[in-house]
């Protein structure tokens, strides 16, 4: 009995060193690169900001075991695509590792280096060792990162956007209670747009007004929105998508080429209810939204102007907790899914230059930046959310519940949800998604600031957008469905 | 008298005979103004008549940056007169051209009268006045938003501190307007310390004489002191003109564009290095390149006439 205790033991032992082996080798960790020949310096861009200052330890860490120098430039993100898209285009090789917002990936897939091609020709694991730690990252993030099936880029931090509602408000007996006499249904994070209105037009009030119990000292909004001419469009993607339309239908044969882009009459009916309902939306924000980016939003929340931000990046919550955790005692923010369920998305990635002279560094670069330890690191430190499974898994499991824990098993939840949709959305297909998407941006402000009709806007987003489209992608021609 | 000169000889002799060295020709009075001017010109050349160049070539292809330029002809100025956001960003940079130079003027102009006497304190107020000059336009525009933000900013702070409503400087209406009040801000001390050096060097005499003929102060400066200045006032107007008509700075760190603000330049901007559309982006910004021109010339044929001596 004792010596089959102490077998048993042991075959335990060996069996959870044996797991534990295998959870270990599933990480790709900077041991698992090989020694580099080339030491040529390596070159790329990283967003400016305390928290993407977090990386820098990682890519120092990279140069100590790798002994290949890494020139990092801090650039914001609105400036990036301007500087790498000159470079990209001349063949500079000035940025050996590209820093890729997923909606341009088909654009620049020309040149950059598919992964699988540079994993087989300079790891020696081969494609396998890189597709075994793709299999830890979200399906749907990855999918953002592909060009006609092929993995361009790999996800740094997805920008997967969310719904913020503050959850101590939420949760007050009082304000339930006052919702539930007003509107017939108990208070709870809206699923669709018509409760968000509801719940809109509740919680705006007026200074002196009460809220949970206690007086306000100042104007509270119920909305807030970034609806400034700066990402506008991502907030208009959320609802569009939400009412199963894009901005251009992908249309693509039975082998998944793509055959057409059309912007179908349900996409431009579907575009002009999201407009109107998003103006609508204003009346209930500050007017200062029309102006606004996610800062603006993150303050509002933070320092606790407005109730619920229907459409902002997940990335920002711990931001803006960490303001509303000092301006407002016993606030807290909760992370639900857009009404409608469908947050847009994408990451900001990293891929290889096919003009850079350092492949092989710049490759486990990317490695290295994507994976599962720098993935913990940036999550933890900087709030930065990478498209990772295991990451949010270990997070949701050992990590605080809040709100890191919170947040993991939003991400976890949201990408099985939304998953199927990701490689057709227009985004995601086209060569000439930088410029149709800050076009966009342009064109949809006068909509929401008055200057213009929605329908006006939606007839000129219509004829820009297949212009732009035809122009810079020959793939396929772009109509407009009559 | 030549041929009676007695022959040169010794080494003034041998200098006449021998050919000029290169610096003796580089620095001889026939060509020693071109040897100061080429330099200036190659520059000029490379760095101004290179890329005007290449850019009214540009103007007329078709080029995203991918692949070889299509020549397109006339495509990119006909699209150019049809587009209505072109168009609004014409008007609206003409609007700001208007609303600046006549107050940048008219309360420069004052301001210059007013400090042209004497007081206590002169030297720290006319120093503190030039310090938004000194400023990078881009900062400016950073702290303005700071300051006119319409929930965090430090203007409705201390609106709301005296008991008055928030203003939003920000709405459509008023923006571009709010626009015009910051490049004022910045330049305002430009137009006043000219004119206040233009009101010191205006000669006394002329103004004694017309104290002494009774004219009245609004009647001297109506026809002396505004005379005299004109000269001035037409360098001012050229110079803030050209700038003007680039006015970018502003837009970059408040609205981008949004809200009714977008200038010439921030549209070219915009389809050249957002867009990348580089050959519509080129027939823009020949557009603004031949307006400026054309306003610049004219009045400067003005500024020249002003400045010629009367007969």
């Not at chain 1, 009995?1 to 960790?29: C, D, E, P, V």
């Not at chain 1, 991502?234 to 339309?245: C, G, I, P, Q, V």
């Not at chain 2, 004694?208 to 037409?234: K, N, Q």
């Not at chain 2, 549209?267 to 580089?278: A, C, E, G, H, K």
Request: glycine letters at 8%.
């Amino acid at each position: 009995m004792k010596l089959r205790s102490i077998h048993a033991m042991w075959g335990l032992l060996l069996m959870l060193g044996f797991a534990s082996r295998t959870y270990a080798q599933s990480n790709f960790s900077l041991n698992d690169v090989p020694e580099l020949k080339n030491k040529r310096a390596i070159h790329l861009i990283l967003e400016t900001g305390e928290a993407h200052g977090k990386a820098i330890p990682v890519i120092e860490a990279f140069t100590k075991k790798t002994g290949v120098p890494v020139q990092v430039e801090r650039v914001a993100s609105s400036g990036v695509y301007g500087k790498e898209n000159v470079e990209l285009m001349a063949g500079t090789g000035h940025y050996d590792v590209v820093y890729v917002e997923t909606s341009w990936t088909t654009e620049w897939s020309d040149y950059l280096f598919k992964l699988k091609d540079l994993a087989n020709k300079v790891d020696p694991g081969k494609y396998a060792s890189l597709e075994k730690d793709m299999a830890n990252m979200s399906p749907s993030i990855l999918a953002t990162g592909q060009a006609y099936g092929n993995q361009m880029v790999l996800p740094f931090y997805t920008f997967d956007m969310t719904m913020w509602v503050r959850q101590d408000v939420f949760d007050d007996p009082t304000e339930k209670a006052n919702f539930k006499a007003k509107y017939g249904y108990e208070l709870a994070a809206a699923k669709t747009w018509d409760q968000l209105h509801d719940q809109a037009a509740f919680f705006t009030r007026k200074k002196g007004e009460m809220l949970k119990g206690q007086p306000l000292d100042h104007d509270l909004f119920g909305l807030s929105m970034q609806a400034g001419a700066y990402q506008d469009n991502d907030e208009t993607t959320a609802r569009l998508w939400s009412m199963d339309a894009d901005w251009v239908t992908v249309q693509k044969d039975s082998s998944g080429k793509i055959t057409k882009f059309v912007i179908t009459k349900k996409d431009k009916e579907a575009l002009k209810a999201a407009l109107t309902e998003y103006k609508g939306d204003l009346q209930w924000d500050s007017p200062g939204a029309l102006t606004a980016n996610f800062d603006f939003v993150v303050a509002q929340i933070g320092n606790g102007n407005a109730i619920i931000a229907p459409t902002i990046w997940a990335n920002c919550t711990t931001w803006a907790d960490g303001i509303l955790k000092e301006k407002v005692p016993g606030g807290k923010i909760g992370a639900y899914p857009t009404p409608g369920g469908h947050p847009y998305t994408g990451a900001w990635s990293y891929g290889v230059a096919k003009s850079t002279k350092n492949p092989e560094a710049a490759y486990w670069l990317v490695r290295y930046l994507t994976s599962y330890e720098a993935g913990v690191r940036m999550f933890k430190e900087a709030g930065l959310i990478p498209g990772r499974i295991d990451v949010m898994e270990t997070v949701a499991k050992d990590g605080p519940e809040y709100p890191l824990g919170m947040l993991a098993k939003y991400h976890i939840n949201i990408w099985k949800a939304t998953g199927a949709n990701i490689p057709n959305y227009y985004y995601y297909n086209t060569k000439a998604g930088g410029k149709v998407y800050d076009n966009q941006i342009y064109v949809l402000a006068p909509a929401l600031t008055g200057q213009k009709t929605v329908d006006e806007v939606v007839e000129d987003l219509t004829k820009q957008t297949i212009d732009l489209q035809n122009k810079f992608d020959k793939t396929a021609s772009c109509v407009e469905e009559k | 008298m030549l041929s009676n000169s007695p022959p040169l000889t010794g080494p003034l002799a041998e200098r006449e005979a021998r050919k000029p060295t290169i610096w003796e020709t580089l620095t001889s009075e026939r060509y020693f103004r071109w040897t100061l001017l080429i330099p200036l010109l190659v520059l000029l050349a490379i760095f101004m008549l290179y890329p005007l160049i290449y850019s009214i070539y540009f103007s007329f292809h078709d080029w995203g940056m991918q692949g070889d330029p299509t020549f397109t002809g006339l495509h990119n100025y006909r699209q150019l007169v049809f587009d209505e956001n072109f168009l609004m960003a014409f008007r609206r940079t003409l609007e700001v051209l208007v609303i600046c130079i006549v107050v940048e003027l008219g309360v420069g102009l004052g301001l210059a009268l007013l400090w042209n006497r004497d007081f206590r304190g002169q030297n720290v107020v006319r120093g503190l006045s030039l310090l938004p000059l000194l400023v990078a336009p881009l900062i400016l525009s950073l702290l303005w938003n700071f300051i006119l933000d319409f929930n965090f900013g430090a203007l409705n702070h201390v609106l709301q501190a005296i008991g008055l409503p928030k203003l939003n400087l920000w709405k459509p209406s008023i923006a571009l307007f709010t626009i015009c009040g910051m490049t004022i801000w910045q330049w305002l001390p430009f137009s006043t310390f000219v004119l206040l050096a233009g009101l010191k060097s205006l000669p006394r005499d002329v103004f004694e004489a017309a104290r002494v003929d009774g004219a009245s102060r609004w009647y001297t400066f109506r026809r002396l002191t505004l005379p005299m200045l004109t000269p001035l006032i037409m360098i001012i107007v050229v110079l803030r003109s050209m700038w003007l008509i680039r006015l970018f700075d502003p837009l970059f760190g408040t609205t981008r564009g949004g809200v009714n603000t977008e200038l010439l330049d921030w549209i070219t901007y915009r389809t050249s290095f957002v867009m990348f559309d580089i050959g519509y982006g080129s027939a823009m910004a020949i557009v603004s390149w031949a307006v400026t021109m054309a306003l610049c010339l004219v009045m400067f044929r003005q500024l020249m006439k002003q400045m010629a001596p009367r007969t």
